[in-house]
């Protein structure tokens, strides 16, 4: 079983910046695997915002692009998510998923386990 537990999530200004923390509780660690950020505004779908994994592919949302990093020190530990120039549009609920399994044909992780989500407010 594969719990993760966000946190790094705040209010800030337009233009700001903020990195998430996933930590990653499992008893033992994966060879194989995919660990991401997903988000999901108020009204909105969840959609993916940023993967990586064990075969080290990084994907990130174009609507994220050159601004968010996804990161992590080593394999299957502790996921950041670097977030530069916030726009009032990311504002949503942030959510870190894991499969323990790596990314094939799709962009981002399937979301075998979920995070309880850490909230990010970007305001104008």
């Known amino acids: 079983q594969v719990r993760l537990v966000e946190s790094g999530g705040g209010s800030v200004q337009s233009g700001g910046s903020l990195t998430l923390s996933c930590e990653v509780f499992?008893?033992?660690?994966?060879?194989?695997?995919?660990m991401g950020w997903f988000r999901q505004a108020p009204g909105k779908e969840r959609e993916g915002v940023a993967s990586i994994d064990s075969l080290g592919k990084n994907t990130y949302a174009d609507s994220v692009k050159g601004r968010f990093t996804i990161s992590q020190a080593r394999p299957w530990t502790t996921l950041y998510l670097q977030m530069n120039n916030l726009k009032p549009e990311d504002t949503a609920m942030y959510y870190c998923?894991?499969?323990?399994?790596?990314?094939?044909?799709?962009?981002?992780?399937?979301?075998?386990?979920w995070g309880q989500g850490t909230q990010v407010t970007v305001s104008s």
């Open positions: 499992s008893g033992r660690n994966y060879s194989q695997y995919c």
């Open positions: 998923a894991a499969d323990r399994w790596p990314l094939e044909t799709q962009d981002f992780c399937s979301g075998e386990s």
